[in-house]
T-cell receptor
């Protein structure tokens, strides 16, 4: 069974631009969560999608948004990029949006903002 | 609010020896899970072990085991017979729909 895939793996953007990251969950997994990992703030929850609906959201500005498609694939968008958005963005999926199914993580997208 | 604290930024262990990584947490949830994830240099987060809070028996996965002390809100990870491939960042996490992670412990395995 294929794992969680994320594209692209690496991305370089400049301040003010916008970026879209993609995540394909494990087959049969309907919940997708996004996390930001930085050396200073560690791993922080961005949001979770289930059945194309955002169910939970972390404490990030509105520049961070996401969506989920009917096939459970998810995209995350960051508009008006800032230097501080440079991070590893991790996507995680689980079978259904119950609290106690463990999440399986993708390899991440490394975003660098210049 | 949920919090997870890992007080050991870095640990070292000799190959074949045993090491214990510490984690304390705080949660208002009455029923919850706890997790240990491993993040090697490839940055891929790998689930090492999970513990159901309602179970008194400590979870075990091969060389990995936990010491879960619910009253003390402590959840330590023991790695036995350490191998070079165990070298990684280890993150403790708890949560329901979203995970709260600790700051991580970097484990070095010395040959």
């Amino acid at each position: 069974k294929a794992g969680v895939t994320q594209t692209p793996r690496y991305l370089i953007k400049t301040r003010g631009q916008q970026v879209t990251l993609s995540c394909s969950p494990i087959s049969g997994h309907r919940s997708v969560s996004w996390y930001q990992q930085t050396p200073g703030q560690g791993l922080q929850f961005l949001f979770e999608y289930f059945s194309e609906t955002q169910r939970n959201k972390g404490n990030f500005p509105g520049r961070f948004s996401g969506r989920q498609f009917s096939n459970s694939r998810s995209e995350m968008n960051v508009s008006t990029l800032e230097l501080g958005d440079s991070a590893l963005y991790l996507c995680a999926s689980r079978r259904i949006a119950l609290p106690y199914n463990e999440q399986f993580f993708g390899p991440g997208t490394r975003l660098t903002v210049l | 609010a949920q919090t997870v604290t890992q007080s050991q930024p870095e640990m070292s262990v000799q190959e074949a020896e045993t090491v214990t990584l510490s984690c304390t947490y705080d949660t208002s949830e009455s029923d919850y899970y706890l997790f240990w994830y491993k993040q090697p240099p490839s940055r891929q987060m790998i689930l090492v072990i999970r513990q159901e809070a309602y179970k008194q028996q400590n979870a075990t996965e091969n060389r990995f085991s936990v010491n879960f002390q619910k009253a003390a809100k402590s959840f330590s990870l023991k790695i036995s017979d350490s191998q070079l491939g165990d070298a990684a960042m280890y993150f403790c996490a708890t949560g329901t729909y979203k995970y709260i992670f600790g700051t991580g412990t970097r484990l070095k395995v010395l040959a």
